[in-house]
């Protein structure tokens, strides 16, 4: 009964090779966000689509994208990942409804890029 | 801009004793929520307690408390007859209310070791 699902849990990718991670849920939530976790560090939020809208935090760079084809899936695209890009990547949801709301997380997938 | 100030880097504790993990925040917004998330190393933030801002009582769930002072702006998670599976990252979060979608702020985290 998982509600929030990402594969793969380890991706390794070589400097400058595009990679997609995906994540899914079955929560029905109209909020799913892509946050980016440096060792020993807080979690950072890239972006998150509200429904079909997406928004992008100001600071995360061109070389992250994302894609939500629909409720329950969305992406995180790395176009050329770097050294940096080495982290644990967390997708997280929420039903927002007016009121205070929750975002569960999933298990994280964990980026080596070589 | 909403902060959350976790000043405890690495906390120790004797299994089956009680343990206090300190969070302060700062914002202006007089609705906000606060969250306490676990992460063990295996990765995954498991949500373990929320308290509004509104909320008279402290909130409870299970083994786990809030200790809210709303003067003090602070919001201890309390754990009670600690376990060695509590060995985890702890992170106090906190997201204001208002209008749009706003974003979730995590503090730096507590590390916490229980031991036997």
């Known amino acids: 009964d998982a509600m929030v699902i990402q594969n793969p849990r380890y991706q390794v990718t070589q400097f400058g090779k595009p990679v997609t991670l995906s994540c899914s849920q079955t929560?029905?939530?109209?909020?799913m966000y892509w946050y980016q976790q440096k060792s020993s560090q807080a979690p950072k939020l890239l972006f998150h689509?509200?429904?079909?809208?997406?928004?992008n935090e100001a600071d995360t760079p061109d070389n992250f994208q994302s894609r939500r084809p629909n409720t329950s899936f969305c992406f995180l695209d790395i176009r050329s990942p770097g050294l940096g890009d080495a982290a644990m990547y967390l997708c997280?949801?929420?039903?927002?409804?007016?009121?205070?709301?929750?975002?569960?997380f999933g298990p994280g997938t964990r980026l080596l890029v070589l | 801009a909403q902060k959350i100030t976790q000043t405890q880097p690495g906390m120790f504790v004797q299994e089956k004793e009680a343990v206090t993990l300190d969070c302060t925040y700062d914002?202006?917004?007089?609705?906000?929520?606060l969250f306490w998330y676990k992460q063990p190393s295996s990765g995954e933030m498991i949500f373990l307690i929320y308290?509004?801002?509104?909320?008279?009582q402290n909130a409870t769930e299970g083994r786990y408390s809030l200790n809210f002072q709303k003067a003090r702006k602070s919001a201890n998670l309390v754990i009670s007859a600690s376990q060695l599976g509590d060995s985890a990252m702890y992170f106090c979060?906190?997201?204001?209310?208002?209008?749009?979608?706003?974003?979730?702020?995590f503090g730096k985290g507590t590390r916490l070791s229980v031991i036997a």
């Open positions: 997280a949801t929420s039903r927002v409804s007016g009121g205070m709301e929750t975002q569960y």
């Open positions: 929560l029905n939530h109209n909020v």
């Open positions: 689509y509200y429904d079909k809208d997406f928004n």
């Open positions: 914002t202006s917004d007089p609705s906000y929520g």
């Open positions: 308290q509004g801002s509104y909320d008279q």
């Open positions: 979060a906190m997201r204001v209310l208002n209008s749009g979608n706003t974003p979730l702020v």
